[in-house]
């Protein structure tokens, strides 16, 4: 006979993703990843944490998975023994059971079904319950049909219908007030989130109201994800006190499903912005023993911190922080923005730190003090920063920018000189020269002392054929008496004579 464990570690292995998920979440541990990795979390999870808490959790799970067995021989128990569900029965689940039947499939009897215990749905911040129009009610299928229609019935009241209609329009056509729909597994085991069946389609009072559709999903081979979230349903309701009438379409796969209908004020980004800033700040103060806490000497670490940087462009937008926020459970002190964190969880609700990718509930975010005095006294070129031992900082440059002060210290610096002066280290310049030569007119040097500076200044501008037309002033001449009866031809600033170019 097989060790019992063995039997508890092969219904783990059972599970599927949603069970895995609801198991890991049940004992506070992180339900996110492949199901491989939460196959090996659940099993290190059995293996090390033996509590009849958590083994009652996965009897219950496996029983809800596969409900023709039950008990911890499940899997060597024969299909035609008859499984005894009247120690879980009571007379008050029998009572709640039967009031969610006057609710659910409008008054039509419903099979038997094993009873189960009250299902909790996880609260949402964007969402503030102000009235339950209907518990959270099983779907109960009436036939082998893999699709399949439940009506739920609920009235309003006058009170209700008048907060409605006075309440403010978030957009044309959308109150702040809404009657929403919810839907979640059947399971008694933690909070629930929302989940929708398969194939669902809602319709209301002979109308069918928007469900949201599917994320596309931008990685190959992964299939598109539908946001699951309350469905508002005020625009086709009877806004009276007359009946209304709810419709579910959902797709029988063998998963189990509860439905609710609540009155909810919906919240936006911005008023979840301002409730976050005036409850949920972390002072200046706090946030430096929170450092010192971090960089304190630990003697029996092999290793001594001296500092820890902190980037100031935000992780999930690129930008410069304007509201540094964080989670209180997380052990970085890296910051996000707490603006874009809120505006992207209203559009796609994650609630995960995006720094570390654990869970972030709003209940647990932060606006970090000492964070947002630094960003006031840095400029906005200063990217990141480094906490001290001591609780202080100082900016951190960029690279680039020590490379760039490093040139500019190694440059040599030479001295200017200025050409339109009229004397630079005891010579004229080019220029004057020249308007000195042009004033005398004729092709000799000045005379020795001429010149504000008293060099010698030559006109490198007239060539010795100017000398021979004024007469040969440069001096006698050594030609033979050829040379002499010939003309001698004209010669410019060039070597080539100008009777041998060629002009095309």
Known sequence: MAHPWTFI?????AFRVSDLQTL??????????????????ALKMVQSDCSP??????????????PKTSGWLAARRPEAVPVNYSSISSTARGLTQSQGADYLNGGIPKQAVAPIAEVKLVSLPFYQTLETLLPPTELIAQNNEKLQDSQCIFELTQGQVDQIRNSIEHRPG???????????????????????????AVRVNQSFCHVPGYYP?????????????PINITPWLHLSTTTNRVTITWGNFGKRYSVAIYLVR??????????????????AERCRERIQDKLRF??????????????????????????????LTCAHLQCFDAVFFLQMNEKKPTWTCPVCDKPAPFELLTIDGLLSEILKETDMDVEEIEYLTDGSWRPIRDERDKD?????SNTPVYPLVDICASEVNGHSPAHSSTSQSAKSGSGSASAPGAGSGGGVVVDLTLDTSSDEENGGAGGDSTDTDDSQGAPSPKRGRYDYDKDLVTAY
């Open 24 to 41: 890991l979440a049940s004992m506070g541990r992180s339900k996110s990843g492949l199901k491989q990795d939460l196959v090996l979390r």
């Open 298 to 327: 630990d003697p029996e670490s092999e290793i001594a911190t001296t500092g820890l940087r902190v980037s100031l462009i935000c992780p999930l937008v690129k930008m410069r922080l304007g509201v540094p926020c964080r989670v």
């Open 9 to 13: 570690l092969n219904m783990v292995k």
């Open 217 to 229: 999903s931008n990685k190959p081979g992964v299939e598109p994800r539908r946001p699951c979230r």
């Open 266 to 283: 919906v919240f936006t980004s911005a008023e979840l912005f301002n409730q976050l800033k005036h409850c949920s700040v972390e002072s």
């Open 404 to 408: 760039k002060e490093r040139e500019r």
């Open 53 to 66: 808490e958590l083994l009652k959790s996965v009897r219950q799970l496996y029983e809800t998975r596969f």
């Open 174 to 200: 959308i109150k702040s007030v809404q009657v929403v729909l919810r839907i979640v597994y059947t399971d008694s085991i933690g909070v629930q989130e929302d989940q929708y069946p398969p194939n669902i």
